[in-house]
């Protein structure tokens, strides 16, 4: 990203956040009011929401692209009940909140519930908590306890072997209040859950009438939500419908990331996707 930045003519700062709030610049301390004094845009990669430097950053009018202080947060189970109030497809789901007592008879009422194999993730995002597949009960029961144990809340559902398509959606972008590029399949091993290492391809050549059906679909997904900025949205078909099974309201920029792969069809790498980002903030044209 600071590459690609760097190529067309800007001259970013990088900025490293501790998990102390400590703010790191070439190796010097500094702080947000420092860094914002010496930009007009920040891109916020941080994934957080209600940090003091989102709301220092809208006192000083200096726009955070990507960042999540602004939205309203939902959990992965917020998220499926207003899509399934729109009428829209999402996996039947158990959640287990950490502040409840586990109770003996719950996991053997997922077992029963549900069909294997079962996806056990957390309710919120949580970079060092993992989603796992879970192929029998006595797995279920473990991870469950785990993540338990660990303060974490959990989301658990069917996982169902298919392709899951990711449509990158990106508003206000090419003359389009919501662009869309060419949407890319994540092929899983046997054994795994679509991750990095997953096989990903680009669905160039789908016909007109599947390009328009996810077209279609994508935006019914993304208006039912409270979203304003750029999402992933994970599909899978299931008896001749899509199923939503996730949203990321704050898509990775890493190129090998889904969100990238998909917006790399269109030609656009992440600095002119960003530049694009910053005159529509700043009022101008691409």
């Known amino acids: 990203m600071l590459s690609s930045l760097s190529k067309i003519g800007y001259q970013p700062l990088d900025v490293l956040i501790g998990k102390d709030g400590e703010w790191t610049a070439h190796g010097k301390s500094t702080d947000a009011h420092n860094i914002f004094s010496r930009a007009h845009t920040v891109i916020d990669t941080t994934h957080t929401h209600g940090e003091g430097f989102h709301a220092l950053a809208k006192k000083m ?15 992965r189970e917020d ?16 959640v287990i909140r950490a502040k409840q007592p586990l109770k003996d ?53 069917t996982y169902r072997k298919v392709p899951t398509s990711s449509v990158a959606i990106l508003p206000n972008f090419r003359g389009e209040q919501l662009y869309m590029p060419v949407w890319i399949e ?25 390009k328009e059906q996810v077209r279609e679909f994508a935006t019914k997904v993304y208006n039912a939500l409270p979203v304003s ?58």
């Not at 859950?193 to 789908?206: E, K, L, Q, Y």
């Not at 900025?229 to 990321?248: A, F, K, L, R």
Request: proline share 7%.
């Open 186 to 210: 994540t092929f899983s091993s046997i054994n795994d859950i679509p991750g990095p290492d997953s096989t990903i391809h680009a669905h160039m050549n789908a016909p007109d009438f599947r």
């Open 61 to 75: 009018g200096i726009p955070l692209l990507f960042s999540r202080g602004n939205e309203i947060i939902m959990d």
């Open 229 to 286: 900025g750029p999402v992933c949205i994970d599909i899978i078909p299931y008896n001749n419908e899509y199923v939503v099974v996730n949203v990321d309201t704050s898509p990775s920029l890493r190129k090998d990331g889904r969100f990238m792969k998909s917006l790399a069809t269109t030609g656009v790498d992440v600095g002119q996707y960003i530049h694009s980002c910053v005159q529509t903030d700043m009022g101008t044209k691409d």
């Open 79 to 94: 998220m499926y009940r207003i899509l399934r109030q729109q009428g829209i497809r999402t996996p039947d789901t158990v």
């Open 105 to 157: 008879d719950l996991v053997r009422n997922i077992w029963s519930k549900l069909h294997i194999p079962l996806i056990v993730r957390p309710l919120v995002r949580h970079d060092e908590v993992p989603s796992k597949l879970i192929k029998n009960f006595s797995d279920l029961e473990e991870t469950i306890r785990d993540y338990h144990s660990r303060g974490v809340d959990t989301h658990t559902f």
